[in-house]
């Protein structure tokens, strides 16, 4: 599956998400947290501090976020550039309001961490390391200078030359730390939002394709007797209305079969039918469909069905559902892609369970990558001989991903594995020596409802 392209439409390249709002917000709870501890710092535990100047360096923080609630729009979403220059902003004020307050004796001196965190969430890696680097030599400096904290006695409050050193050291690792952390977990969950996409994406378009066929199938099948009576007919007719008074029974039954047509075409228009029978097929039936588009691609794909334990000879008819359409196909493509000259397709069945297993002659998976296979947007450098089976693929994993979300959806348990050991000499591998990917549904999930065939045909969902 193509996912390149994908990437460069929803994935690290997006901007302006990250809501003005949001930060003004921030900025409203920074205010209020800003003049309730200097508060109670004079008032509660009698601190001489530069009042007035600490209230002015607050005062500009309340200004622009003022200015910022006047001159923009509620819903003005930040550029990379605008959020940047807030947050820089930010940072410039908080450690002004602390160095006149202690500096790096002051608690609050962690709060430096917000700025850097907020980045390294949403923006991109240059902004967070721009934010990080002058957040560490913020708190150098507030290490030399700064007004000390007094009290109303005259007793200077300092950390011992120790844990000023410590204290110093955590905030400039705890800033690194916390950045690297919180841009990680922000990845994955905008990787795995985007992956969910495609799978939307993926689902709504083979289940278009799917009502679509649908929709064929019903007018075929509903169509063909009136229209065919109508032609016969009105050939009659042609030639002998005028002379033959005994066709007016002729004529009686192509108004009938008119009005027919009409009623049905009127039906089908409004919103479309499903034909109920298409919903089931047989397993064998389902397995072609899926792997048809990749049956003539210079490859050679077998199809093989037989029954296990005590399975009955006769194949089980199974549901025809987008979603397995579209997850086998995904599966087929990928066994296609990197096989050498052969795939094979192995359906089976016992009383309990349906199980499919897809095996291809090719290099088969990295064995350090076994178990993260599944993962959405995940890089494997490529080794020489899958660059000559697959000249400039970029995989991502987003196939894999969508066959797996796709397929458990339906009931399935998905197994990835190799065939052989990738490590064996060319002359000891056996056949089957590629990827092997093992889906297996619970009969009773998976297997055809007679009653979901019974009744009218239904109009297509959304």
């Known amino acids: 599956m193509a996912s390149t392209g994908f ?39 009698g601190l001489k501090l530069p009042l007035g100047a600490c209230l002015m360096v607050v005062a500009v923080l309340v200004i622009a976020n003022v200015g910022s609630q006047i001159v923009y729009p509620a819903s003005k979403r930040l550029s990379d550039r605008e959020a940047l220059l807030m947050l820089t902003f930010d940072l410039l004020q908080l450690a002004a309001l602390l160095l006149l307050t202690g500096g790096i004796d002051n608690p609050f001196a962690l709060l430096l961490l917000v700025p850097v965190s907020i980045s390294a969430t949403a923006l991109t890696l240059e902004a967070t390391a721009f934010l990080g680097l002058m957040a560490a030599i913020l708190v150098t400096l507030m290490l030399r200078i700064n007004v000390p904290l007094e009290t109303v006695d005259g007793r ?86 005028a002379d033959r008074p005994a066709l007016a029974e002729d004529a009686a039954l192509i108004r009938d079969q008119a ?27 389902v397995i072609r469909v899926a792997a048809e588009p990749h049956l003539d691609r210079g490859k050679t794909v077998l199809i093989s069905l037989q029954p296990e334990g005590d399975g009955e000879d006769r194949q089980p008819l199974v549901q025809r559902r987008p979603e397995v359409i579209h997850g086998l196909r995904n599966l087929v493509q990928n066994a296609v892609d990197f096989a050498r000259s052969r795939v094979w397709i192995d359906g089976s069945w016992t009383a309990d369970r349906i199980t499919l297993r897809v095996v291809d002659d090719g290099p088969g998976y990295p064995p350090q990558m076994l178990g993260r296979i599944g993962d959405p947007f995940l ?34 348990e998905l197994t990835f594995a190799n065939a052989a050991d990738p490590f064996l000499d060319p002359a000891e591998r056996p056949e089957r020596c590629g990827a092997l990917v093992m889906v297996s549904w619970p009969r009773a999930v998976f297997e055809a409802r007679p009653e979901e065939l019974q009744g009218l045909n239904r109009p297509l969902s959304a």
């Open 7 to 45: 990437a460069a439409k929803f994935g690290a390249d997006r901007r302006d998400f990250l809501r003005l709002r949001t930060l003004i917000l921030l900025r409203w709870t920074a205010i209020i947290g800003q003049g309730t501890a200097l508060l109670v710092a004079v008032q509660v535990f």
């Open 156 to 241: 200077v409050l300092t950390l011992p030359g120790l844990f000023r050193l410590g204290y110093w050291l955590a905030l400039l690792i705890g800033t690194g730390f916390l950045a690297l952390y919180s841009r990680r977990v922000a990845q994955e969950m905008r990787a795995m939002a985007d992956a969910l996409l495609a799978v939307q994406m993926a689902l709504a378009r083979e289940q278009k394709l799917t009502d679509l066929g649908g929709v064929v199938a019903a007018a075929a099948h509903e169509l063909g007797t009136p229209l065919a009576t109508i032609k016969l007919v009105s050939t009659e007719l042609i030639d002998e209305l």
């Open 259 to 285: 009005d027919r047509c009409r009623d049905i075409l009127r039906s089908m228009g409004r919103v479309g039918k499903e034909d109920r029978q298409v919903l089931q097929a047989p397993l064998g039936e």
């Open 379 to 412: 890089r494997v450098r490529s080794r020489p001989q899958e660059t000559l089976l697959r000249p400039e693929y970029e995989g991502m994993g987003l196939g894999l991903f969508i066959a797996k979300t796709l397929l458990e959806h339906t009931g399935a």
